[in-house]
DNA sequence: TTAGAATCAGTTGTATACAATTAAATTATA
DNA sequence: TATAATTTAATTGTATACAACTGATTCTAA
């Protein structure tokens, strides 16, 4: 086996990705918790920040998620209060999730955890945004 | 709400490297399945075809896994015949697992695999060096 | 206009992740 | 050396992910 054996983990990109990915996000549990929190969660309430509603389809689209993880997740969520959901109108197959007084409460102390967690992060601001482009390169998308 | 906001998800790091890191998984997944092998399995194997053997603490310090993750994991890779688990001789608390030559017959497919998914990556050799590097740099790990 | 195709969210089944706990074994120390 | 502290893997409980499928609704084209 040579050093360069591209199925030796160290030469894998595709493990370092997984690996920092769980990293990250075990860094943001403990905090979340105390907001009743999970990471899927947070990110589904930063759409909903950002949006008011969305239907679960585009709200898929913008997390790489199915429905197969929003709708159980949802669900959940709406059950604590932090968001509410209904079919449309025009369209019965159309599920609008709206969020919450209570989930744009939680705004302020996201805030803070991202803060925190971002002067955490031991790259300065040039990589940040090298590796910010090279993630959305790989997600194919622009944006 | 302005667009330097850091909750927005287009201006957080965390957010695509949670994308991407499934988006590439489930890229895998269909090319592994073939081998009845998930992705997880597929890096327990990448560390074995290295090692041999490793106790469930080595590896999950390689893979940045607990045993909570591992030790089901590994029940099902020894039932399918990849692995085989024993207690040590010397410390009966650690478990040692070792690649059959049913799971070293996995390699030479998985190189296959490997290399069908790296010539998908849209990265070039610059940039994918570049990304290895900050990825480990926030793992925390000069290897 | 109406039968078939497509869309949308939900459900089912399987496989992780991981925090917290447990149980057994080993090590350290009073 | 006997006991407390530590280590190691397994177990428990919860929450995703995601492929495959389902059921309801809407669209589309002959």
Redesign the interface.
């Known amino acids: ?1 040579s050093d360069d054996d ?5 030469n ?14 075990r860094g ?1 549990t403990p905090l979340l918790e105390k907001l009743d929190l999970t ?1 899927t969660q947070y ?1 589904v309430l ?2 909903l ?2 949006e008011g509603s969305v239907n679960v389809k585009t709200l898929g689209e ?3 998620l199915d429905s197969g993880t929003l709708s159980p997740l949802l669900k959940g969520m709406e059950k604590k209060g932090f968001i509410v959901r209904e079919r449309s109108e025009e369209d019965s197959r159309v599920v609008i999730v709206s969020v919450t007084d209570k989930g744009n409460g939680l ?1 302020s102390d ?2 803070k955890i ?2 925190d ?2 002067s955490c ?3 300065d601001k040039e ?2 945004a ?3 482009r ?7 998308r622009s ?1």
Do not use: D, N
């Open positions: 086996m591209p199925l030796l983990l160290r894998q990109l595709c493990f370092p990705l997984y690996a920092c990915s769980r990293q990250v996000i943001y990471y990110v930063m759409v920040w950002e913008r997390l790489f705004r996201a805030e991202h803060s967690m971002a992060l031991p790259l990589e940040a090298t590796l910010y090279l993630l959305y390169k790989i997600l194919g944006l």
